[in-house]
T-cell receptor
């Protein structure tokens, strides 16, 4: 079957670094994407990895290893506003399978 | 530019009724996909439309259907509503793939359906 696994919750202090791992099992895999969702809000795009390796966008970076069916999102210099749910999503040619989400709690 | 617009934002229905939700994508986006979000199941893919054709379909019963019009606007319909259909229904649009291969979804605020 198709599935994505990611931790349910991560807690860290402001200024820290957090890594959210995502393992996937899906057919027709094209790329791995990450979305952020604040309570009551819509998911917003963070990054997309179509190729193996690291993609960096400001404080956020994302990594993909196709051979390991694994990726991660790295949040650096955590800020209070980063408290949200983070979803990895496997793109199978337009059909996105989402993980259950990781709740990131940032404490002062 | 305007984002993805979903209507209605909130609605309450009773079991057995049917509902139609609407989604207006970002101008120029040809792909529209629909997702059901519930606390227990997370984001579940319903279907994707591209240039008026259903290109992908998730694992939902036939009560869930959709369509896309020539202006890329999309509607989804749920017939014979069940209590378990209570959820946030999210629509997302995308241009398709950019030069790097990325397919970026832009989500609307969602339509929150409550079935009593």
């Amino acid at each position: 079957g198709q599935s994505l696994e990611q931790p349910s919750e991560v807690t860290a202090v402001e200024g820290a670094i957090v890594q959210i791992n995502c393992t996937y099992q899906t057919s027709g895999f094209y790329g791995l994407s990450w979305y952020q969702q604040h309570d009551g809000g819509a998911p917003t795009f963070l990054s997309y990895n179509a190729l193996d390796g690291l993609e960096e966008t400001g404080r956020f970076s994302s990594f993909l290893s196709r051979s390991d069916s694994y990726g991660y999102l790295l949040l650096q210099e955590l800020q209070m506003k980063d408290s949200a749910s983070y979803f990895c999503a496997a793109d199978s040619w337009g059909k996105f399978q989402f993980g259950a989400g990781t709740q990131v709690v940032v404490t002062p | 530019k305007a984002g993805v617009t979903q209507t209605p934002r909130y609605l309450i229905k009773t079991r057995g009724q049917q509902v139609t939700l609407s989604c207006s994508p970002i101008s120029g986006h040809r792909s529209v996909s629909w997702y059901q979000q519930t606390p227990g199941q997370g984001l579940q893919f319903l279907f994707e439309y591209f240039s008026e054709t259903q290109r992908n379909k998730g694992n939902f019963p036939g009560r869930f259907s959709g369509r896309q019009f020539s202006n890329s606007r999309s509607e989804m319909n749920v017939s014979t509503l069940e209590l378990g259909d209570s959820a946030l229904y999210l629509c997302a649009s995308s241009w398709d793939r950019d030069s790097s291969g990325a397919n970026v979804l832009t989500f609307g605020a969602g339509s929150r359906l409550t079935v009593l």
